[in-house]
């Protein structure tokens, strides 16, 4: 019981905050009280993570926040299903600086995403390709910038290789880390013009560099992204949380089915999730299938990845 409330009663919390249901334990009993529907998914939750500690041994706050976004429906999150569209209500449209474009979240899980960076310091979210993870945070801190909230926005990518070598690749250092970057870049061209950018770069108002570039660094009234944070080892991670300084707000986003570290390094994202879950003025959510807002076929492609060939072949 105790590795299944988690340290400190992190994971008990969790799923308190998510469902707003009473837990306690009573003679070796789980015992859940609130709302008929919410007892029921508590408890099809806790039947969930205590088969996965079963089989593996060990409960991570990640498995918890996975667990939670599956029963729920959509990315977990206090109210659940029945809050979805209380919070798309509730978080105000973003306002950049492309006067004609007003960046809105388009699922629940999108705004509840939106709800964890307005009201913590400190967001770790992972959710699969095409649920808008990084131009949300980048949206966000447009909007911080334009609204003199910080004075400096810095994003940030691990230059990891998915599969093929950067020596190959043509130019010197620099020219092979911009590829790593680009996604970032496309995403503030929708948030500003050419020449908007262009300056605030020269000027270094506006930072796109690689993780390593961090270290030794504080940045005060600065917006800090972290992208593609399944990449950074658990000693980058450690380094790049640590650069914040004050009136400073750090998102750090990842997708935990795409790592590329060595098979014997774990991620950063991963380990974050689990050991800072408990810490008050961190906000942690999962993002699911059902918010990804590519192309439809997005959706299909990776629900067909995570299946696996065994299950596809069974629905034919």
């Known amino acids: ?43 099809d939750i806790f039947e969930q993570l205590k088969a996965f500690l079963t089989q593996h041994g060990n409960l991570d706050f990640a498995e918890v926040e996975r667990t939670l976004g599956n029963v729920l429906g959509v990315g977990a999150g206090p109210g659940g299903v029945g809050n ?10 973003i306002d950049v600086f492309q006067a004609s474009r007003k960046v809105q979240p388009k699922t629940a899980g999108q705004a509840r995403y939106l709800r964890a960076i307005l009201d913590h310091d400190v967001i770790l979210a992972a959710g699969p390709a095409g649920t808008g ?6 949206a966000m801190a447009v909007a911080a910038l334009k609204a003199e909230k910080v004075r400096k926005i810095v994003l940030v990518r691990p230059a990891v290789e998915a599969g093929e070598s950067l020596g190959y690749l043509p130019g010197d250092m620099q020219a092979k880390i911009n590829p790593y970057l680009q996604p ?6 929708e948030m500003m013009d050419n020449e908007m950018l262009k300056r605030f770069m020269e000027q270094q108002v506006v930072e796109v560099i690689p993780l390593a570039y961090m270290r030794g660094r504080t940045l005060n009234d600065a917006y800090i992204i972290l992208d593609e944070a399944q990449n950074a080892t658990i000693a980058q991670m450690k380094m790049f949380l640590t650069r914040m300084g004050r ?8 997708d935990m089915t795409q790592v590329d570290l060595p098979s014997h390094t774990q991620s950063g994202l991963v380990d974050a999730m689990r050991r800072l879950g408990g810490i008050e003025g961190i906000g942690i959510i999962t993002l699911s299938g059902s918010d990804i807002v590519r192309h439809r076929l997005v959706q299909e492609i990776v629900r ?11 629905k034919h």
């Open 247 to 254: 009136n400073s707000k750090i998102v750090v986003s990842g």
């Open 84 to 93: 979805a569209k209380q919070a798309l209500v509730e978080v105000p449209a």
């Open 133 to 138: 993870k990084t131009y949300l945070a980048v």
């Open 1 to 43: 019981m105790l590795s299944l409330f988690g340290p400190r009663d992190q994971h008990l919390r969790r799923i308190r905050e998510a469902l707003d249901v009473r837990i306690a334990a009573r003679n070796g009993q789980i015992v859940v009280e609130g709302a008929e529907s919410s007892v029921s998914k508590a408890t």
């Open 304 to 314: 067909a990845y995570d299946e696996g060939p065994a299950a596809k072949r069974q």
């Open 184 to 189: 970032l870049l496309d995403a503030l061209r």
